[in-house]
């Protein structure tokens, strides 16, 4: 089973790696990582820098596509490009379309989303309605093949998902295990509705800043 | 405040990108990442390959020093190296000495651990004590300046404990937010604990058989 993850300059590293961990532990998954050209390119701090070895090229056909999200997507979503065209040609043949985080907004450029429930992370949900989903504030949601996930850490949830999906609740438990998730954050702050509300609009704010400097490029 | 988180060939990608995440975020931090040699190196399933600017050399005191699990740190502690030398002469004035996973072994070697209580994957406790640790099941253990974590997720509870302590709880929170950390496994079989006894059994098995190919190079 191949497994496409599609990478890019800005990616958010743990939006990819949080399922990637999970998915090279299945049973006969053969995991891509790949991106519009080889070479370096680095994650959204400028600190990780990834050799990727092969292009979207290489894999366009394959049985799962997962994309990761990060600052730069609402652009590259509005600007279309290279990426956008791979997973709408792709996501004709696939078995499951998926997304971590603003990975969900280039999946609805691609067209993939139209008349959809689908997530992305919570600060996305208005740029998610743009390509005609039908936003949702859970943690992965599943519509048909087109399963996506919400914000940054939830890729790990939608890997395990997945993984039970495609090789049974034990390989899930498994895989579970061996990567010792059994969450304990030090605080309940990791969605809007626990959060203390100054800490929300202090996020929301830095983010739409931050966003609206990717837009002015 | 500079931080040097360590990685080498074999690292486990998770191990390092979950505090990373969330360490990154923090304001003033300077983080660095670095290994023996510059280049690229690739993780534990040959996949991800990344390129590493910085050796152990260009940070040698930093103020938290990380060091990431993989399933080569049993014969990498073993055989000693640049890496143990290199913990061991930071270690003297760090404010944070940190790990996650079997990235304990290392800190064990470096003589960090002797007498101290520390954790690491659930599946090397037997080998933590063998660097005179008293091996914990928690999922991160504070003794002093040395804080460990659990196996390979644990990271991400590492990292923004840290981020408290260091920046307060209103910043570690609003990272918990911005990364949407709101854990939601499909399973609760992330620990010996909570798992089916027979996934304990096999996922032990699996790991041990690993390992001891590892140690037989």
Known sequence: MQIAIALYPGVAALDFVGPYTVLTQLPGADVVLCAAERGVLADDSGLL???????????PAPSLLLVPGGMVTRRMARDGGAIVEWIAAAHATTTYTTSVCTGALLLGAAGVLSGLEATTHWGAYDELARYGAHPVARRVVVAGKVWTAAGVSAGIDLGLALAAAIAGDDVAQAIQLGIEYDPQPPFDAGS??????HLVEMVSARMAAAERRVLAG
Request: aromatic share 6%; proline share 6%; no cysteine.
């Open 192 to 197: 809007v509705d626990k959060a203390p509300r």
């Open 49 to 59: 820098r990834v050799d990727v070895e092969h292009t979207f090229d290489d894999v």
